[in-house]
């Protein structure tokens, strides 16, 4: 039971280029998550998504898609990276709504530098 | 959601008690506090939850005070290994909130020192 796992772990990239970030559970859990957080920061939800196909905006999409194919993987996309997005890239899971989704679990996280 | 206040960071020693406040007096009723923690370059983890008694897991205790204006998180015998950034979120239970999503504010740095 490996949890949350998050591809790459490390990345460098240049102003323009684009990447896909991927996590993966192997909890069955619904729901998926992703966060940035800015170094001296709290964590900044991007998007997440309640099931598989579905996905919704959080708290700053702006310049991220996501898609949710399969139930178990959640993609972070950026078309065209910025230095702004410069950031730790965490990914997370939880059940969906009850008596067991009171936990998010959390991945070791990817650290995307954008030159 | 209830916005949260805590101290920016806290020194313990190793082996006593780590009593780390949160102060959350715009709490409603039905809002529950949640406590997370961020060791140095990893992802959260989950500590405990409660929404108005005294909660203890494995991890940690959890008090809450009467009126739920404030609570307090406590490492029974803090580590070295408890050296992270705490943080205390506020928020209505997770069938009331679309998408179970969570909002974390700045949190405690807490530091314990042999």
């Known amino acids: 039971n490996a949890g949350v796992t998050q591809t790459p772990k490390f990345r460098v990239l240049k102003t323009g280029q684009s990447m896909t970030l991927l996590c993966a559970q192997d909890?069955?859990?619904?729901?998926m998550y992703w966060y940035r957080q800015d170094p001296g920061m709290g964590l900044r939800l991007i998007h997440y998504?309640?099931?598989?196909?579905?996905?919704a905006k959080g708290e700053v999409p702006d310049g991220y898609n996501v898609s949710r194919l399969k139930k178990q993987n959640f993609l972070l996309g950026l078309e065209s990276a910025a230095p702004s997005q410069t950031s730790v890239y965490f990914c997370?899971?939880?059940?969906?709504?009850?008596?067991?989704?009171?936990?998010?679990?959390f991945g070791p996280g990817t650290r995307l530098t954008v030159t | 959601d209830a916005k949260t206040t805590q101290p920016p960071s806290m020194d313990c020693a190793e082996g006593r008690a780590a009593n780390l406040p949160c102060n959350h007096s715009t709490i409603s009723g039905n809002e529950y506090v949640y406590w997370y923690r961020q060791i140095h370059s990893q992802g959260p983890q989950y500590i405990i939850h409660g929404l108005k008694n005294n909660e203890t897991n494995e991890m940690a205790s959890l008090i809450i005070t009467e009126d739920r204006k404030s609570s307090t998180l406590i490492l029974p015998h803090a580590t070295l290994r408890d050296t992270a950034v705490y943080y205390c979120i506020v928020r209505v239970p997770p069938y009331e909130a679309a998408g179970n999503k969570l909002t974390f504010g700045g949190g405690t740095r807490v530091l314990v020192k042999p």
């Open positions: 998504s309640v099931g598989e196909g579905t996905t």
């Open positions: 997370a899971s939880s059940f969906e709504a009850g008596v067991r989704s009171y936990e998010q679990y």
């Open positions: 909890m069955n859990h619904e729901y």
